[in-house]
């Protein structure tokens, strides 16, 4: 716990260079937004206090921040969007006269990680503040950094106001820094809006502070991690990163294989166990978890699901569904929300379930709906059965009981039992619950009409 440190995270501005009716740092990238992003690299810092400045779309950016669930998390409104040094003035009365030190974060820095914020902490814990820099090949854009004789900052000052001689520099202001509370509250009340776009600078806090004799030092970080997302291709690039920073986690430090981290789409918060297998053009969201030696893919699309250890899911789309271990499913099936697949199923090509249990070691081997339905264990659902679930009004339900053989093309129209053990006859239309252990047979008996084709041909 850092008793004495607030965190300012700046969410306010509309992100002009997005163009976007959202609000820039409600984007998400690899399954997160950017101000989510930032926000996971404070968590572990423990800070007495985290105080989001928020203003263009203030109730969602607000919602979105406190669904991090951050320790000590607060809003303040920034209602109208005068610049960073503004958005900070405006966060500074929130804090707790406890507060030692700020640490202000912009919201659009998705790859910061905790390690490097430590880091920032331990500079500056001995001067009055520290700030995070980088060198970047095209600084264009960004604030330039101009150090004093002994290296520290001088001033920052952004692009567009920059000469062309401060525009060679490399060095750049990556937008985080951390600083004594009362120095900053000392320039904060010193801020003007004498630039090229007539905003209130937090930049020019440092030069400020740097005139009136307090140290600033700066702490030079790989450009990736710091890079701000400022429009869609940026967003593009960061979100590549996130993902292959995650796929590499996985691979070292987990033991997964991915065939191709470059066609393999993974959110943030995915969990994959060792020795699973994720083949090409995999793409998993939104908290889906691989048990261990599961294979995935190529080119399954899963949306919050749990796969069990050892099972093989090819070339399919699920939503909110639970595959049990060992299960096989695939290539193409399609299993929505409420899915639940035990141990040993096989669902297989052309398959459709939703709100369904299907019990161990049970199948629907092809081309299948099946909705609204609870299967018992060791069932077997032959081709084309349909669970007629849904009479333009009311959705109802289909019960199957452990090793019924539903045979191919039955129409089960609920709500319908079969029984335990139970047989249903190809091209059923099942009205009426089958007993356990009967057979029901429900299509009208076939007429054959000899010599009748021959018939017809010779009367031409
Ligand atoms: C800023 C820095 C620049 C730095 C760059 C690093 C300033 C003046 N410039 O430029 O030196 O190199 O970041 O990425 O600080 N925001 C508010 N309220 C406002 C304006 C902005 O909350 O009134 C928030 C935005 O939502 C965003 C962050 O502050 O999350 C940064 O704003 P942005 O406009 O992206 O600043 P840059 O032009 O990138
Ligand atoms: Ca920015």
Redesign the pocket.
């Known amino acids: 716990m850092a008793a004495d440190l607030a965190v300012i995270v700046l969410a306010a501005g509309k992100g002009t260079r997005f163009r976007s009716e959202r609000a820039k740092v409600l984007h998400r990238a690899a399954g997160r937004s950017l101000v989510g992003h930032v926000l996971e690299a404070v968590r572990p810092l423990g800070a007495a206090q985290v105080v989001v400045v928020v203003g263009h779309q203030a109730d969602e950016v607000r919602a979105e921040a406190e669904a991090s669930g951050v320790g000590g998390l607060t809003t303040v409104l920034q209602a109208e969007q005068r610049g960073t040094g503004h958005a900070v003035q405006q966060a500074m009365p929130a804090l707790d006269p406890a507060i030692g030190r700020v640490l202000v974060l912009?919201g659009?820095t998705p790859m910061l990680t905790a390690p490097t914020l430590e880091q920032l902490l331990a500079t500056g814990a001995e001067v009055t503040g520290a700030m995070l820099t980088a060198v970047l090949d095209d600084p264009t854009g960004y604030g330039r950094v101009l150090r004093d004789d002994r290296g520290d900052v001088a001033r920052i000052v952004e692009h567009r106001d920059a000469s062309e001689e401060q525009r060679a520099v490399g060095e750049i202001n990556a937008?985080m820094f951390v600083v004594d509370r009362a120095v900053l509250a000392d320039a904060l009340d010193r801020l003007g809006d004498d630039n090229d776009q007539g905003e209130i600078y937090l930049t020019d806090v440092v030069g400020i502070a740097a005139d009136a004799g307090h140290r600033i030092v700066p702490l030079v970080v790989e450009a990736a991690e710091v890079a701000?997302?400022?429009d869609r291709a940026q967003l593009a690039q960061a979100a590549a990163a996130l993902r292959a920073a995650h796929a590499h986690r996985l691979m070292t430090e987990v033991g997964v294989s991915i065939v191709d981290p470059a066609h393999t789409y993974l959110d943030v918060d995915v969990v994959v166990e060792r020795d699973a297998v994720l083949l090409p053009g995999t793409v998993l969201e939104a908290g889906t978890t691989i048990g261990a030696g599961a294979t995935v893919g190529p080119n399954s699309h899963l949306t919050t699901c749990e796969v069990g250890a050892g099972a093989v899911v090819h070339s399919t789309r699920g939503v909110e569904a639970r595959i049990g271990p060992g299960a096989q499913v695939g290539p193409f099936s399609h299993l929505r929300a409420g899915t639940v697949l035990a141990a040993a199923t096989k669902v297989g090509a052309y398959v459709e379930t939703k709100n369904a249990r299907i019990g161990e070691g049970s199948k629907v081997p092809h081309l299948a709906y099946v909705g609204d339905a609870t299967v018992g264990e060791g069932a077997n659902l032959a081709c084309g059965v349909i669970t007629v679930n849904y009479d333009g009004r009311t959705k109802s339900h289909t019960t199957v009981g452990d090793g019924a053989f539903v045979g191919c093309d039955t129409m089960l129209v609920a709500p319908v039992t079969i029984g335990v053990g139970a047989y249903t006859a190809a091209g059923s239309t099942i009205t009426e619950d089958v007993p356990d252990d009967a057979l029901a047979i429900a299509r009208s008996r076939q007429t054959v009409k000899p010599g009748w084709a021959a018939r017809q041909r010779e009367n031409g």
């Open positions: 912009f659009d937008g701000g997302v400022n």
